[in-house]
């Protein structure tokens, strides 16, 4: 069941892919395939930011869990095997499909959890979208882009690197572990993108 509906959504993402690259054919391929992240992150950020608005119990049948597997195994096909995207996709994927096929877990703070790294990526993706965009040289020369940049900076740290402490101590010690390695991970970039506002 479990994997039929991942397929689905893979198979989804395959038509968003096609859909996007035929409505910007302009832009480059980078840009392209920002964009379709951005799309992932703002699709389970904002399904998961709903349920908490309406006080929405989670569930293992949310369909943001199906996307999410569903995107990440899209994805693969961008990166080498064993790169760090890689890994980061098989890691995430598994830790959700975890999720999906526990009975005894309490789901709210894995749902937290996903939807503060999700939430976190977002300013990421658009300052991304600037430097890879065909018009990107006029951004460069732009002082906006380092303030972009600052902005994207506290918003990653924050919420990729500080707030998952804070449901990390409640939930199964095999997902503490998971994403203590995305938190490392995500320390790691938030130093990258301090060195990219240091350079501009």
């Known amino acids: 069941m479990f994997i039929i509906k991942y397929a689905q959504y893979v198979c989804g993402w395959f038509i968003v892919s096609k859909v996007i690259y035929r409505l910007f054919k302009h832009q480059n391929s980078k840009w392209k395939n920002n964009l379709i992240s951005f799309l992932n992150a703002f699709l389970i950020s904002g399904s998961i930011a709903r349920e908490l608005y309406y006080n929405i119990p989670a569930s293992q049948n949310a369909y943001y869990y199906y996307s999410g597997v569903g995107y990440f195994l899209f994805d693969m096909k961008n990166?080498?095997?064993?790169?760090t995207y890689w890994t980061h996709h098989?890691?995430?994927?598994?830790?959700?499909?975890?999720?999906?096929n526990?009975?005894?877990i309490i789901l709210d703070d894995p749902r937290n959890l996903l939807f503060v790294f999700e939430f976190g990526n977002l300013p990421m993706y658009l300052v991304y979208g600037?430097?890879?965009s065909i018009h990107n040289s006029r951004w460069k020369k732009n002082k906006l882009l380092k303030i972009f940049m600052i902005f994207e900076f506290i918003w990653f740290s924050f919420?990729?690197?500080?707030?998952?402490?804070?449901?990390?101590?409640?939930i199964h010690h095999l997902y503490k572990l998971g994403?203590?390695?995305?938190?490392?991970?995500?320390?790691?970039?938030?130093?990258?993108?301090l060195n990219n506002i240091n350079k501009q």
Do not use: E, H
Not at 90 to 100: H, M, Y
């Open 102 to 104: 526990q009975t005894d």
């Open 130 to 132: 600037l430097l890879t």
């Open 159 to 170: 919420f990729r690197c500080v707030v998952p402490f804070m449901f990390i101590p409640n």
């Open 90 to 100: 098989i890691l995430s994927i598994v830790l959700i499909a975890s999720v999906q």
């Open 179 to 193: 994403a203590l390695i995305i938190i490392l991970g995500s320390f790691k970039w938030a130093i990258s993108i």
């Open 79 to 83: 990166y080498p095997v064993y790169s």
